[in-house]
């Protein structure tokens, strides 16, 4: 299935689609419930424009990899090559859109990558690990302390979480990570999940959304 950055109503974003910069354990309840300690500066890693999938009426997972976690995370689409040191205004002005996504990952693979200090691609970087919904404009949200992302899964809701609770908020986040690596037109910043991930399975209904924003739902097939 190919991936196109688009708005939620219908309008194709002409971005090419670049890396998915993510960020571990932003949220100190998440941390917890894996046993991870809260990091003392952000922890950074990228997926690439090849395992991005749109947020359709179902899209599938890996079934020989063993469990495969479910992370709904809010999703800031970049719309301009920002330089190493950003200001809070240039961030501002490079945000082109928000969209709930899932950073799926391959949980027992990730746990044995970890124990062996080793980095965590192929957990993290499969084809279809990053499933990203149509994105709402950058003036949606007057408050970026303020957006919450929920995933609902067969009637029940899973995660259900705001970006007050983050460790690094969004402008300060994307401010350390244009630091760390060229962003530029097209690429998008996965924030972080908030506690509640768990397994994801064949026949699962989702509900994910920002409420208030933007609502989607799925199947997995
Ligand atoms: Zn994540």
């Not at 419930?33 to 500066?41: A, F, I, S």
Request: with cysteine; aromatic share 6%.
């Amino acid at each position: 299935m190919s991936y196109q950055h688009q708005y939620v109503d219908g309008t194709r974003i002409h971005f090419p689609v670049g890396k998915v910069v993510c960020i571990g354990r932003n949220y100190a309840e998440h941390a917890k419930e894996l046993d991870n300690p809260v990091p003392t500066e952000p922890l950074l890693f990228i997926k690439p424009g090849s395992c991005v999938v749109p947020l359709e009426s179902s899209f599938s997972i890996p079934v020989d990899r063993g469990s495969v976690h479910y992370e709904a995370e809010i999703a800031v689409l970049i719309g301009k090559p920002l330089s190493p040191r950003p200001s809070v205004e240039e961030v501002l002005d490079a945000i082109s859109g928000f969209a709930p996504a899932l950073d799926l990952t391959l949980r027992d693979k990730q746990a044995e990558l970890k124990a062996k200090g080793l980095p965590w691609e192929v957990a993290k970087s499969f084809d279809g690990a990053a499933v990203i919904a149509p994105f709402v404009s950058n003036a949606t949200f007057a408050d970026l302390a303020d957006i919450s992302v929920r995933l609902t899964i067969n009637g029940e809701v899973r995660q259900d979480g705001n970006s007050s609770l983050m460790l690094n908020p969004i402008v300060p986040m994307i401010q350390y990570m244009a630091g760390c690596f060229s962003l530029q037109a097209g690429d998008v910043i996965l924030t972080g999940t908030p506690a509640g991930v768990g397994p994801l399975n064949v026949g699962d209904e989702l509900v994910l959304e920002l409420p208030g924003a933007s609502r989607f739902e799925s199947s997995v097939c």
